[in-house]
Nanobody
Framework: QSHFVESGGGLVRPGGSLRLSCEGS????????VGWFRQAPGKEREPISC?????????YALESAKGRFTISRENAKMTAYLQMDSLKPEDTAVYYC?????????????????WGQGTQVTVSS
């Protein structure tokens, strides 16, 4: 069964760091561009960043993520990552990965995958 699972969230103080992981299984992970998204309480889910299938081209759709978040992937491990530094309370949200995505980091229509459970990130002192 093809799916992916997010992990790595938690409670962190402002200014802290977290590394989120998105592990795929049951499909050819390296064929797909992957994106990270988040949804804060009462808000729409928004794209953060995305990375091409070969890991060479990264885009950051969320302005506030630029310079603080870094997307990467290890295709041999079928895993994508989102390194988040200098976290702020406004980064509190459920974080999701999804694939495939377009160059603007929005989900590709007709994706064969479903959204996962996400991983909760809470930034609070």
């Amino acid at each position: 069964q093809s799916h992916f699972v997010e992990s790595g969230g938690g409670l962190v103080r402002p200014g802290g760091s977290l590394r989120l992981s998105c592990e795929g299984s049951g499909f050819t992970f390296h064929h797909y561009a992957v994106g990270w998204f988040r949804q804060a309480p009462g808000k729409e889910r928004e794209p953060i960043s995305c990375l091409s299938s070969d890991g060479r081209t990264a885009n950051y759709a969320l302005e506030s993520a630029k310079g603080r978040f870094t997307i990467s992937r290890e295709n041999a491990k079928m895993t994508a990552y989102l390194q988040m530094d200098s976290l702020k309370p406004e980064d509190t949200a459920v974080y999701y990965c999804f694939l495939p995505v377009k160059e603007d980091c929005t989900p590709m229509p007709g994706s064969p995958f479903y959204w996962g459970q996400g991983t909760q990130v809470t930034v609070s002192s």
